[in-house]
Nanobody, 124 residues
Framework: QVQLVESGGGLVQAGGSLRLSCVAS????????MGWFRQAPGKEHDFVAA????????LHADSVKGRFTISRDNAKNTVYLQMNSLNPEDTAVYYC?????????????????WGQGTQVTVSS
């Protein structure tokens, strides 16, 4: 089993920045690829970013490219999502997810474990 706990969400003005963190416990963190997804009210979970076990390969959704950056620190069992130039359309609950494969994926169905989510609200 893997437990994931997100933090770092909050209220920020448009143009601002936040850094989300997700701490994992349980099985060997470095064995997992990690992803971030988000869910706005009334919408499905949308892919945001994902990273391979070694950090050598990352994926970012087109909507966040150039603004968001995913990274990880295996020594701290933590994955991060640095979010810059936030806009109101980024408002959502952000979830981290773990996949027991070394390659990342954009597909939420292939992730094995999920955190409880952290709310990000961007005001205009």
């Amino acid at each position: 089993q893997v437990q994931l706990v997100e933090s770092g969400g909050g209220l920020v003005q448009a143009g601002g920045s936040l850094r989300l963190s997700c701490v994992a416990s349980g099985r060997t963190f470095s064995s997992y690829s990690m992803g971030w997804f988000r869910q706005a009210p009334g919408k499905e979970h949308d892919f945001v970013a994902a990273i391979s076990w070694s950090s050598g390969y990352t994926l970012h959704a087109d909507s966040v490219k150039g603004r968001f950056t995913i990274s990880r620190d295996n020594a701290k069992n933590t994955v991060y999502l640095q979010m810059n130039s936030l806009n109101p359309e980024d408002t959502a609950v952000y979830y981290c997810a773990a996949r027991f494969q070394r390659t990342p994926s954009r597909e939420r169905e292939v992730y094995d474990y999920w955190g409880q989510g952290t709310q990000v609200t961007v005001s205009s």
